[in-house]
């Protein structure tokens, strides 16, 4: 497994991180038996960048992990998210980074998850009523404690990303990245370049739109009232999806593998998050670490995906309000 990174000093983590939320939540219901032959297998097969939040499952997902890393700790690299607030019913309702809220929630996620310390330890969302000044500096005391060893930040504006540096240094930003998201490219990006912070991509395939699972959602997928999966939004996206399904054969791959190269190729301080949920999945991700696009092909997807291609925004409006780019 090739390593990259998390911000200028380290720490070194696989280039491939595995986004664990769907073994949990929002995608439907998961086999949890297979859940956890999927984490042992990224694990032996080198990926050791484990992405989880405390609200996946409300708790489920950490709990997930613990049986996972029993016995294998020192090979996995765990990176939790916290301050989403949800409702009984699964909706989302809030974002809470108070410092008191920060240390609280870390104390779950540790008794959950069985360890003594969290890899890094982020905000799944700007908290607007909170100076980001005051949660980076709880989390910088609990790095400071030992119970945190990497301090990062997830769906943050540059400005924000500036602020929280000037308190204490941040590895990494989570923020959603593919071909067909392409926002952070503006601003955001040169930003955490010039500040030396690293990128952990989630969404490479867009919530498996450019995968092809486009319809037949279980109860409970979320991704049935997203907006780019839906009437003419998705049809214009299918659009999309056939042009790269084209360069995928031509090259010999699946698209998946295609758009996990391109996110890799886009450089040493992205590392792309894969939402594997079985072992086959995993896989094809993993089969994506040997492919080096070409310029010739790099330059086609750009022609046939223009960075604001697609139709519809990554989430419904209530959860567009609560992002801070």
């Known amino acids: 497994m090739k390593l990259r990174k998390l911000g200028r000093s380290g720490p070194e983590v696989s280039a491939l991180g595995l986004g664990c939320m769907g073994m949990s939540a929002l995608y439907g219901p998961a086999d949890e038996k297979e859940s956890l032959a999927t984490l042992h297998a990224a694990l032996e097969g080198g990926i050791n960048l484990l992405d989880t939040g405390d609200f996946y499952g409300m708790g489920h997902n950490e709990s997930l992990?613990?049986?996972?890393?029993?016995?294998?700790?020192?090979?996995?690299?765990?990176?939790?998210?916290?301050?989403?607030?949800?409702?009984?019913?699964?909706?989302?309702?809030?974002?809470?980074?108070?410092?008191?809220?920060?240390?609280?929630?870390?104390?779950?996620?540790?008794?959950?998850?069985?360890?003594?310390?969290?890899?890094?330890?982020?905000?799944?969302?700007?908290?607007?009523?909170?100076?980001?000044?005051?949660?980076?500096g709880a989390i910088a005391d609990l790095v400071k404690a030992g119970y945190v060893r990497h301090l990062g930040l997830s769906e943050a504006s540059a400005e924000t990303v500036r602020r929280a540096t000037a308190v204490h240094p941040v590895a990494a930003l989570q923020i959603e990245y593919s071909i067909i998201t392409r926002d952070?490219?503006?601003?955001?990006?040169?930003?955490?370049?010039?500040?030396?912070?690293?990128?952990?991509?989630?969404?490479?395939?867009?919530?498996?739109?450019?995968?092809?699972?486009?319809?037949?959602?279980?109860?409970?997928d979320f991704r049935a009232h997203l907006p780019r999966f839906a009437g003419e939004n998705l049809q214009a996206n299918l659009k999309i999806i056939?042009?790269?399904?084209?360069?995928?054969?031509?090259?010999?791959?699946?698209?998946?593998?295609?758009?996990?190269?391109?996110?890799?190729?886009?450089?040493?301080?992205?590392?792309?998050?894969?939402?594997?949920?079985?072992?086959?999945?995993?896989?094809?991700?993993?089969g994506a670490m040997e492919i080096s696009l070409t310029g010739e092909e790099l330059e086609r997807i750009e022609k046939t995906v223009p960075a604001n291609a697609v139709a519809g925004t990554r989430y419904g409006a209530d959860q567009m309000a609560m992002l801070n780019g």
């Open 184 to 220: 952070i490219e503006d601003r955001v990006l040169p930003a955490l370049r010039d500040l030396g912070v690293s990128v952990t991509a989630y969404g490479v395939l867009s919530r498996g739109l450019l995968a092809g699972k486009t319809s037949s959602f279980a109860k409970g």
């Open 242 to 286: 056939e042009g790269l399904r084209g360069i995928a054969a031509d090259r010999g791959i699946s698209v998946s593998q295609l758009c996990i190269a391109w996110a890799l190729s886009r450089g040493e301080d992205i590392v792309p998050l894969i939402g594997a949920r079985t072992r086959t999945q995993l896989q094809d991700a993993l």
């Open 65 to 136: 992990l613990k049986q996972a890393i029993q016995g294998r700790r020192d090979k996995a690299f765990v990176c939790v998210k916290f301050g989403a607030q949800r409702s009984p019913d699964g909706r989302f309702v809030g974002v809470d980074c108070r410092p008191a809220s920060v240390k609280n929630f870390l104390a779950y996620s540790l008794q959950r998850l069985a360890t003594d310390y969290v890899d890094l330890y982020q905000p799944a969302r700007v908290d607007r009523s909170v100076p980001i000044e005051d949660t980076v």
